[in-house]
Structure formats: structure tokens, C-alpha cells
């Protein structure tokens, strides 16, 4: 069969209250694009009733729909890879199933992609989250650039599109932990970004704690930098130069002046901070042992129990 020209890479996660409602706005949307087009759904181990509901999306429109089934959770940049992976068309594009960003926004980075842009970012016009992922959100971009000198207006935003060369080469990659915004960054020749909508949810909750978001960042500062290790090194560096400092200090008055009374506790206030220093290194430098221990172990990104698609099709599970 003829490759389609657009892709469309959804993941889905316990969506069962909003899938129907993402088709109702998404196939219209992308039958006015004039382009040929598939859409690939992937079920990330849902609980709910999605691969149900995935499925009969599938049967109802089987020409231009395909769902990957994952035996269980592997998280939502591994559902996006796996459907990289079984991408055929020359423009893939990202999209929440949660309906925060508009379907009808991915023209505005298609039309992008036809100016000769290989990437595509998204800036949120009104962000509809709640206060404290904003103040998270801006202190990790701005950590982000600082770290890793890659620009990204809006890290956060799902809604991206990728060439088919930037695609290739991210299907290349081997890596287990990874960013993918960033890492397509890193290999367009001329990205750029547009503004699109953000809506609330449409139903059900974020699937992203504090914790998770944290644990993204930490990806993308340990994947693409060794800033934080050559930063705790300085100062490793500086905290070693005061505290020979403040032991001299401490031996000329004894000598000069005599022993210090009640000086204790700003000892122990001296000594629990370096504690603190030293486990916060122990910590930074474990985030990078294990990202290599996950990768020596070359185990399989993600497990797929089935695929729905067309027979003709040449992709195999």
C-alpha cells in the first residue's frame, strides 16, 4: 500500500470517558486536511474499558486506523515510541488523547511543515492546568536551557510534528530513557515553534504526579547533559576549599585566643550540612549509574500483545 503523508501518534492511558469525544473532533478534523493520513492509538496497559472502546474505533474505520496493544504499562514516551516505530508516513505528529490540545490545531503545524520546517514545537496560547504546574513547568524550562542549551518554549506541550528524517533517526536510538521533544530538537536542521489551544481535560485526571514530572526532567538533564555532575563538582571543589578554611580558622584561635564555648551546634550545623551535600552528590551521581545500568541490561523498551491493522498491511508485531 502507498505510505500515508501524515501519521498521528496518540497514546492512550485509562481515557475510556474521553475516547469517544477525541474521535468525534479528531477524524473530522484530519478528513479536511486533504492529505492521506492513519492514525495510530497506543494502549499502554489501560485498566479501563479503552482497548474495548480502541477497538471498535479500529472496526469502524479501519482504513486509516491502527491500535497497538501493549501487554502492560510502559509509560507514555515508550507508547511514543513504539509508535514511531510503526509510523509510515513522511509527517508524524504527537497528540494527547486527554483533548487539552485541539486536533484541529494540527493543521497549524502541518502547514509549518510544509514551509520546509523538519520540526515543529508547540506554545501554548492559555494553559488551563492547575497553579502549581505552571511554577514547575517554567522553573524546569528554564533549568532545561540552561543545562542542555536546547530552546523549547514550552517543553510540556504534546501537540509536536516530526519529519520522517528526524523520525529515522530517533528510531535509531537505543536508548531506554529518553526525551523525545529534546532529542528531535537536537537532530532538526530547521525547527520551529507556533502557538496552538489548550482546553481543560475533557474528562478524568492527569496522569502525571509532581513525582513524574520530576522524574521527566531528571531524563532530560541526565539523557542530554553532565552539567549536574560537573556543577557538583565545583562545588565539591568550593565546600572542600571553606571547610580546610574553617578548620585552620578554628586551630588559630584555639591557639591564639583559646577554645571556642558553646560552639557546638555550629559544628554539628557545619557537619550536617556537608552530610547534606554529600548525599545530594551520592544521589546525582546514582540518577547516572542508573541510567547506564538500565541500558547495559538491553531489555526490550516495551512488550506488544497485539496490533490492530489492515492484513495488507506489512507491519508485524
Same mark, same amino acid.
Given at each position: 500500500?502507498?505510505?500515508?503523508?501524515?501519521?498521528?501518534?496518540?497514546?492512550?492511558?485509562?481515557?475510556?470517558?474521553?475516547?469517544?469525544?477525541?474521535?468525534?473532533?479528531?477524524y473530522p478534523a484530519l478528513d479536511?486536511?486533504?492529505?492521506?493520513?492513519?492514525?495510530?492509538?497506543?494502549?499502554?496497559?489501560?485498566?479501563?474499558?479503552?482497548?474495548?472502546?480502541?477497538?471498535?474505533?479500529?472496526?469502524?474505520?479501519?482504513?486509516?486506523?491502527?491500535?497497538?496493544?501493549?501487554?502492560?504499562?510502559?509509560?507514555? *514516551?515508550?507508547?511514543?515510541? +513504539? %509508535?514511531?516505530?510503526?509510523?509510515?508516513?513522511?509527517?508524524?505528529?504527537? =497528540?494527547?488523547? #486527554? !483533548?487539552?490540545?485541539?486536533?484541529?490545531?494540527?493543521?497549524?503545524?502541518?502547514?509549518?511543515?510544509?514551509?520546509?520546517?523538519?520540526?515543529?514545537?508547540?506554545?501554548?496560547?492559555?494553559?488551563?492546568?492547575?497553579?502549581?504546574?505552571?511554577?514547575?513547568?517554567?522553573?524546569?524550562?528554564?533549568?532545561?536551557?540552561?543545562?542542555?542549551?536546547?530552546?523549547?518554549?514550552?517543553?510540556?506541550?504534546?501537540?509536536?510534528?516530526?519529519?520522517?528524517?528526524?523520525?529515522?533517526?530517533?528510531?535509531?536510538?537505543?536508548?531506554?530513557?529518553?526525551?523525545?521533544?529534546?532529542?528531535?530538537?537536537?537532530?532538526?536542521?530547521?525547527?520551529?515553534?507556533?502557538?496552538?489551544? *489548550?482546553?481543560?481535560?475533557? +474528562? %478524568?485526571?492527569?496522569?502525571?504526579?509532581?513525582?513524574?514530572?520530576?522524574? =521527566?526532567?531528571? #531524563? !532530560?538533564?541526565t539523557g542530554f547533559s553532565i552539567?549536574?555532575?560537573?556543577?557538583?563538582?565545583?562545588?565539591?571543589?568550593?565546600?572542600?576549599?571553606?571547610?580546610?578554611?574553617?578548620?585552620?580558622l578554628l586551630i588559630l584561635r584555639?591557639?591564639?585566643?583559646?577554645?571556642?564555648?558553646?560552639?557546638?551546634?555550629?559544628?554539628?550545623?557545619?557537619?550536617?550540612?556537608?552530610?547534606?551535600?554529600?548525599?545530594?552528590?551520592?544521589?546525582?551521581?546514582?540518577?547516572?549509574?542508573?541510567?547506564?545500568?538500565?541500558?547495559?541490561?538491553?531489555?526490550?523498551?516495551?512488550?506488544?500483545?497485539?496490533?490492530?491493522?489492515?492484513?495488507?498491511?506489512?507491519?508485524?508485531?
Open positions: 500500500m502507498t505510505p500515508p503523508i501524515v501519521s498521528i501518534v496518540i497514546p492512550v492511558y485509562n481515557e475510556e470517558d474521553g475516547l469517544q469525544a477525541l474521535f468525534d473532533r479528531l479536511a486536511l486533504g492529505k492521506t493520513y492513519e492514525v495510530i492509538f497506543i494502549n499502554d496497559g489501560s485498566r479501563d474499558k479503552s482497548p474495548a472502546l480502541l477497538a471498535d474505533q479500529y472496526h469502524k474505520r479501519p482504513d486509516v486506523t491502527r491500535v497497538i496493544l501493549f501487554n502492560g504499562n510502559f509509560g507514555q *514516551h515508550r507508547a511514543i515510541l +513504539a %509508535g514511531f516505530e510503526h509510523a509510515r508516513g513522511e509527517q508524524v505528529v504527537t =497528540l494527547d488523547a #486527554d !483533548l487539552q490540545n485541539p486536533p484541529e490545531d494540527i493543521k497549524t503545524l502541518l502547514d509549518e511543515m510544509d514551509k520546509g520546517h523538519d520540526y515543529v514545537g508547540s506554545i501554548r496560547r492559555q494553559r488551563n492546568d492547575s497553579w502549581w504546574r505552571h511554577v514547575a513547568s517554567r522553573a524546569m524550562n528554564n533549568l532545561r536551557e540552561k543545562l542542555t542549551k536546547i530552546k523549547m518554549t514550552d517543553q510540556g506541550c504534546m501537540l509536536r510534528a516530526y519529519s520522517r528524517r528526524i523520525i529515522d533517526t530517533i528510531n535509531q536510538c537505543a536508548e531506554l530513557h529518553t526525551f523525545i521533544p529534546a532529542l528531535a530538537y537536537s537532530f532538526s536542521q530547521h525547527p520551529t515553534e507556533v502557538i496552538v489551544g *489548550h482546553e481543560e481535560r475533557h +474528562a %478524568g485526571e492527569s496522569k502525571y504526579s509532581i513525582y513524574s514530572l520530576i522524574r =521527566l526532567n531528571f #531524563d !532530560l538533564m552539567v549536574p555532575l560537573q556543577a557538583f563538582s565545583m562545588l565539591g571543589m568550593l565546600v572542600s576549599l571553606g571547610s580546610g578554611a574553617l578548620v585552620i584555639r591557639i591564639f585566643v583559646g577554645p571556642e564555648v558553646g560552639g557546638l551546634f555550629t559544628l554539628f550545623a557545619i557537619a550536617f550540612f556537608l552530610i547534606g551535600i554529600a548525599l545530594f552528590g551520592i544521589g546525582l551521581l546514582g540518577e547516572y549509574i542508573g541510567r547506564i545500568y538500565h541500558e547495559v541490561r538491553q531489555r526490550p523498551r516495551y512488550l506488544i500483545s497485539a496490533i490492530l491493522q489492515r492484513s495488507e498491511q506489512n507491519d508485524q508485531p
